[in-house]
Antibody
């Protein structure tokens, strides 16, 4: 069955760019959205954005100026770039599949990212 | 943004108890409400979608109800393995989540 796995640096310096990759294995995510969601320590979940399998994107307005989600040509590796990070961007970052009904039915295990000098 | 307010923020109950968690939307979202369970150190897991549909593999003691702005997640008979934090999520507009309800077993 389809699985998602996040990967990337666990430590990013302030003002630099956070880059993570979500690898899709065991199948494709056609007719669904690949989403990025984060959870700061001890806090709730925050949607960052998603890409539809066709390539269109949508982002959280509060992060839109700093976020880019892209996909490689094989559509198995989705990337998240978040620029000009601060300590407030410290969180566990999840990739998740959003199906057409809107729910997130499949999640990766999450990647801890700490912003610190 | 559509704001989601969950209550209570935490609760402690005994095995066998019936538990209700509520979620209120700041504007009507029809039935576009989903519930997740998250255990410490793990990713959220989908329990209920479209307000009342049970995700495959989820025990039938979990149920959801509501429409419009007010929704409820119910656990009919709390089990030891039901500890964790429960999140509601609206998928009517750009996705937003409630603040979470932490469930502890007495």
């Amino acid at each position: 069955q389809v699985q998602l796995q996040e990967s990337g640096p666990g430590l990013v310096k302030p003002s630099e760019t956070l880059s993570l990759t979500c690898t899709v294995s065991g199948g494709s995510i056609s007719r669904s959205y690949l989403s990025w969601i984060r959870q700061p320590p001890g806090k709730g979940l925050e949607w960052i954005g998603y890409m539809y399998y066709s390539g269109s994107t949508d982002y959280n307005p509060s992060l839109k100026s700093r976020v880019t989600i892209s996909v490689d040509r094989t559509k198995t590796q989705f990337s998240l770039n978040l620029t000009s990070v601060t300590a407030a961007d410290t969180a566990v970052y999840y990739c998740a599949r959003r199906v057409l009904g809107g729910e997130f039915d499949l999640w990766g295990q999450g990647a801890q990212v700490t912003v610190s000098s | 943004d559509i704001r989601m307010t969950q209550s209570p923020s935490s609760l402690t109950a005994s095995v066998g108890d019936k538990v209700n968690i509520t979620c209120r939307a700041s504007e009507t979202i029809s039935y576009y409400l989903n519930w997740y369970q998250q255990k410490p150190g793990q990713a959220p897991k989908l329990l209920i979608f479209a307000a009342s549909s049970l995700q495959s593999g989820v025990p039938s003691r979990f149920s959801g109800s509501g429409s419009g702005t007010d929704f409820t997640l119910s656990i009919s008979s709390l089990q030891l393995e039901d500890f964790g934090t429960y999140h509601c999520h609206q998928s009517y507009g750009k996705p937003t989540f409630g603040g979470g309800t932490k469930v502890e077993i007495k």
